[in-house]
T-cell receptor, first 113, second 113 residues
Framework: GAGVSQSPRYKVAKRGQDVALRCDPISGHVSLFWYQQALGQGPEFLTYFQNEAQLDKSGLPSDRFFAERPEGSVSTLKIQRTQQEDSAVYLC???????????FGSGTQLSVL | RKEVEQDPGPFNVPEGATVAFNCTYSNSASQSFFWYRQDCRKEPKLLMSVYSSGNEDGRFTAQLNRASQYISLLIRDSKLSDSATYLCVVLGGSGGGADGLTFGKGTHLIIQP
């Protein structure tokens, strides 16, 4: 595709529900990142993939957060038993290779009620 | 201490004025530096990279001071369309994962007519 695509654009969940957020990176991009951005804050790193390998997940805030990229293209960020503090915009970014320019998707705005 | 620190502002500046803001980083091993721009409810987009020798792109000038561990962004002849949040970004800081970017919270700039 022309850019990084994320879906859904908006997600409202009841506390305790599981959610799955999808990221479709630019075709051929090796590196894929997930960031969490709370209102008024800068994006905070969650996790990083190089192809299908999850090389760094040190930013995931708890074991309720899980990310995968099984075929090295589309990635899914799953949040189990959502809590109100999970409300944020979740941004996905990809780059052709390591240390190259990052292209961001429009994000998924998650609201947990 | 936060890895990347910025004055959140807002900076209220009249159209046509020159405005500058700084960003400090804590990890002296950081490798690369960038300024990203983020419009309200949009994803971050790369504005410019910051080189050791300083670099200029039209009305925008970025500088790096490794000794004092800060980078700066100068905007000349500001336009209404420059109103946005400017994110200071560091590659190689530990807060960004092995190959990820560490973002500051951003500086909010408002250009007034």
């Amino acid at each position: 595709g022309a850019g990084v695509s994320q879906s859904p654009r908006y997600k409202v969940a009841k506390r305790g529900q599981d959610v799955a957020l999808r990221c479709d990176p630019i075709s051929g991009h090796v590196s894929l990142f997930w960031y969490q951005q709370a209102l008024g804050q800068g994006p905070e790193f969650l996790t990083y993939f190089q192809n299908e390998a999850q090389l760094d997940k040190s930013g995931l805030p708890s074991d309720r957060f899980f990310a995968e990229r099984p075929e090295g293209s589309v990635s899914t960020l799953k949040i189990q038993r959502t809590q109100q503090e999970d409300s944020a915009v979740y941004l996905c970014a990809s780059s052709r290779t390591t240390n190259e320019k990052l292209f961001f998707g429009s994000g998924t705005q998650l609201s947990v009620l | 201490r936060k890895e990347v620190e910025q004055d959140p502002g807002p900076f209220n500046v009249p159209e046509g004025a020159t405005v500058a803001f700084n960003c400090t980083y804590s990890n002296s091993a950081s490798q690369s530096f960038f300024w990203y721009r983020q419009d309200c409810r949009k994803e971050p987009k790369l504005l410019m990279s910051v080189y050791s020798s300083g670099n200029e792109d039209g009305r925008f000038t970025a500088q790096l001071n490794r000794a004092s561990q800060y980078i700066s962004l100068l905007i000349r002849d500001s336009k209404l369309s420059d109103s946005a949040t400017y994110l200071c970004v560091v590659l190689g800081g530990s807060g960004g994962g092995a190959d990820g970017l560490t973002f500051g919270k951003g500086t909010h700039l408002i250009i007034q007519p």
